[in-house]
């Protein structure tokens, strides 16, 4: 797996090449999503497939998710977006409020953020008790080995970008009145905070990588080779859980 400081993020694809790639595994996906739905082969339903996306304000999460979904047909797939917990959610256990998001056999979910904000953000921003984060590898490791037990193929992205790209990035959206809304406070403060992040990232990528659940890092500072990349790597996921 490696680690954030190791990644070649000068990557790219030309657009040839990338629109060559992102054909074939349109195709391909859409065709493991009907093969997994019970549509097509021996029309029994596959093993439920959840990809997690994670990786920095800016990385291009977005736009790799919906490249992710473009083939499929919307009645397959779910994408599940989360942000800070409401009240009543944090009434409970951290992991209950992404059990319902969760696909069933047959089914596919991508998650924009995950259960990994307990390692993250609420770490970093002081939400979470030292007890309570660091408590929280093992448990997100016996979370995910219960499901993927059951049959749950996990595959998990860390979208990272250089300090400079995300600035760029940054006032790019910053300038742009269709996207300013994207860019909050909040970015910015976190981008201050980078080193801490890093170090959090880190620990994650150390301490929740395990063969049910390994984590694959996309070098992100080319878009069009994070999305492939990430497109490639579920593709190859399902061919290999496949039944």
């Known amino acids: 797996m490696g680690r954030l400081d ?7 694809l030309d657009r040839e090449e990338y629109e060559q790639r992102l054909e074939a595994a349109e195709k391909r996906l859409s065709e493991l999503r009907l093969d997994f739905g019970g549509k ?10 959840c990809a997690l996306l994670e990786g920095w304000d800016a990385s291009g999460k977005g736009g790799a998710i919906k490249r992710l979904v473009a083939p499929l047909d919307l009645r397959h797939v779910r994408v599940a977006q989360f942000g800070t917990p409401t009240s009543d959610q944090k009434r409970h256990h951290f992991l209950w409020r992404f059990w319902s998001a969760l696909p069933g056999w047959g089914g596919m979910a991508v998650f924009d953020r995950t259960w990994y904000g307990r390692v993250l953000v609420e770490r970093v921003e002081r939400f979470a008790t030292e007890d309570e984060w660091e408590r929280a590898y093992g448990e997100i490791v016996d ?9 749950m193929i996990f595959v998990k992205f860390w979208v990272h970008v250089s300090e400079d790209e995300q600035l760029r990035r940054f006032r790019k959206r910053e300038k742009d009145p269709l996207k300013a809304w994207k860019l909050t406070d909040e970015d910015w403060r976190n981008r201050e905070k980078r080193v801490a992040y890093e170090e959090a990232v880190e620990d994650m ?5 395990h063969e049910h659940g390994p984590w ?7 878009k069009k080779h ?12 399902m061919e290999a859980g496949a039944p």
């Open 216 to 222: 694959t890092l996309v070098e992100g500072d080319n």
């Open 205 to 209: 990528l150390e301490r929740t990588h």
């Open 6 to 12: 190791e990644l070649d993020l000068s990557l790219q």
């Open 143 to 151: 979370f995910e080995r219960m499901n993927a037990a059951e049959g």
């Open 226 to 237: 994070a999305r492939v990349k990430v497109i490639e790597t579920v593709i190859a996921a």
């Open 40 to 49: 097509l082969g021996a029309q029994r339903l596959g093993p439920p497939v």
